[in-house]
């Protein structure tokens, strides 16, 4: 009898002891939860509240209310910009989206070759500043361009060179999705449709664009979204023909007038908003395009078609790399267009920037921050979100905080960070100006692909991996360190990629925080084409885009090895 009693008293004391245990573990996943809740309140949403705020004050900071965008309404050349933006994404928007669908039924619905080859080449604007485009676009309309007539006397410094060069810079985002929506196809459809004898022009009508529609009016939003806050086209090519972007930038930067800067980028908010809560509730409204039945989609070998879509792959990809590959020529170029000499000469930056290089080394240390400490802050976020059980209102506030920046722009992003920022009450003032702010700003502006990219791989892992570690006793950050993250891997290396070509192209979002010493390679390449001098401009942003593609590469090459080690335990 005292032995039972003994065990009794054992058994009482394990079972209290894994209840404190687990206690314990789900206070510390609280508290996680609630530090990250504090962490994107402060990067993500304060900022953008002391743009509204801002935005109803006058300069001497007393509350004005709506009397700031009634000034802005009553200003015809401020109104004249909107209207400006709105016609330029809108153009952008009906070129860009059909060329994207054409150019990724090629790549996913024929049997043409290379087609590795052509899609690497429609992505090579994702690796350079957007502004580039327009460098080019100079190079070969402009003035002094190679083919200065082509334009049947209209000058590409205006609307024309700022939707082509939209275009050039759009067409890889608009890809990418409508890549991923006609790669999901159910080859049974095809196949019920020849054997009805249905003729191709009909199954495409009546198949393939309503299997694809969602990709089609996602890509739109998010050309249109794209287009119309991009900052760096239209301060490079847009001459008289302002835009908000730019009006933005001159009331803060030019005139010093910050709450008429919030005003636009309030403005500068709204299309943005409406098109990512439009895209929102289209993609409700989907539906599985595969079931688990569902058999996959292999191209037939059609010879006319496949020639055709090759040809038009041809000229698109031809038309991108031409035109971003006479920039880069134009880098090495001693005087263009009269001495064609190859010279290392504009990359002697400080011929042209006192700063020299460093703006690039800024630009690279700033990167590197950025994709070190913004992947483990998203990565142990969405792994907060998805994985813990504790604190579902807080996770649920958490998700709502991480999908913000979605349909914020750069721009509107960088506007509040200079108001929260360099409030004279804000503690952390002392940050504006300094490589730190820089880093977290553009964690802010990347937080949301991030996060989803991050969620998508943890929604794959099976939820038993925590349910044995929890029966197991095994705390829930160790299964994280020895579980999660190796599984998670190649999904965490594509994250840090993607922070850092993000970070080091990105212009709109950074061109209001820099500092004297924090001047960023993308600010640079501003400076640089105001002060005349496009070669140095062109030869910063190769600069930029030879270290982006260097990141892509090594990543690639990276995915590869830990593939064969750390995944190895996929293989059956």
């Avoid at 239209?234 to 008289?240: L, T």
Wanted: aromatic fraction near 12%; hydrophobic fraction near 55%; proline fraction near 4%.
């Amino acid at each position: 009898m005292a032995q039972a009693l003994a065990g009794s008293v054992v058994y009482a004391e394990t079972a209290s002891g894994q209840r404190s245990t687990l206690l314990g573990e789900r206070l510390i996943a609280r508290l996680l939860i609630l530090l990250l809740i504090i962490i994107l309140m402060g990067i993500i949403a304060l900022p953008l509240a002391s743009l509204l705020t801002k935005s109803v004050e006058d300069t001497s900071g007393a509350f004005v209310g709506l009397r700031n965008f009634a000034t802005y309404f009553s200003t015809p050349t401020l109104v004249a910009s909107l209207f400006n933006s709105i016609l330029v994404a809108a153009l952008a928007t009906a070129i860009v989206v059909p060329i994207a669908f054409t150019y990724a039924y090629a790549l996913t619905r024929s049997r043409m070759r290379l087609k590795g080859l052509f899609y690497a080449a429609a992505l090579l604007p994702v690796f350079a500043p957007s502004l580039l485009a327009a460098i080019a676009l100079t190079y070969v309309f402009g003035n002094q361009g190679l083919l200065r007539g082509a334009l049947f006397g209209h000058s590409i410094y205006g609307p024309i060179g700022i939707v082509i060069a939209e275009v050039l810079y759009a067409l890889p985002h608009a890809l990418v999705i409508n890549v991923a929506a006609l790669a999901m196809a159910d080859a049974r459809l095809y196949e019920a449709a020849d054997a009805l004898g249905t003729k191709p022009a009909r199954v495409f009508r009546t198949v393939t664009l309503p299997g694809a529609r969602y990709g089609l009016i996602s890509s739109a939003f998010v050309v249109f979204t794209l287009v119309v806050t991009d900052f760096g086209i239209p301060k490079v090519i847009g001459g008289q023909f302002n835009v908000l972007a730019t009006d933005a930038y001159k009331q803060v930067v030019g005139q010093q007038n910050f709450p008429m800067g919030a005003v636009v980028g309030i403005i500068l908010l709204a299309p943005a908003v409406l098109a990512f809560m439009v895209e929102r509730t289209v993609q409700r409204r989907q539906v599985a395009l595969l079931s688990a039945r569902a058999v996959p989609l292999e191209p037939k070998k059609r010879a006319v078609a496949d020639r055709v879509l090759t040809l038009f792959c041809v000229a698109v990809a031809g038309m991108v790399v031409a035109t971003y590959g006479v920039a880069i020529w134009a880098s090495f170029i001693t005087y263009w267009p009269y001495n064609l000499s190859l010279t290392l000469g504009n990359f002697d930056f400080e011929r042209f920037d006192p700063a020299g290089w460093d703006p690039y080394w800024t630009s690279l240390k700033m990167s590197a921050l950025t994709a070190v400490v913004g992947t483990a802050l998203i990565f142990i976020g969405a792994y907060l979100v998805e994985k813990t059980k504790v604190f579902p209102a807080g996770r649920f506030f958490a998700q709502l905080l991480a999908m913000l920046p979605m349909a914020v722009p750069g721009l509107v992003i960088g506007l509040g960070y200079v108001f929260f920022f360099n409030a004279p009450w804000n503690p952390l003032n002392w940050l504006y100006g300094s490589l730190a702010i820089l880093v977290v700003n553009s964690i802010a502006h990347f937080y949301t692909v991030a996060h989803m990219t991050a969620a998508t791989a943890l929604k794959s892992i099976d939820g038993e991996f925590e349910a044995v570690s929890a029966s197991l006793k095994v705390p829930f950050w160790v299964t994280f360190g020895r579980v999660t993250v190796p599984i998670s891997l190649p999904a965490i290396l594509d994250i840090a990629v993607y922070m850092f070509v993000n970070a080091m192209t990105t212009v709109s979002a950074v061109i209001f925080l820099y500092g004297a010493d924090t001047k960023l390679a993308s600010v640079a390449i501003v400076h640089m084409d105001e002060a005349g001098t496009t070669s140095s401009a062109a030869a910063m942003a190769t600069a930029i885009v030879a270290t982006a593609i260097a990141a892509k590469l090594l990543q690639l090459g990276l995915s590869r090895i830990l593939s064969g080690r750390l995944q190895r335990w996929r293989i059956r």
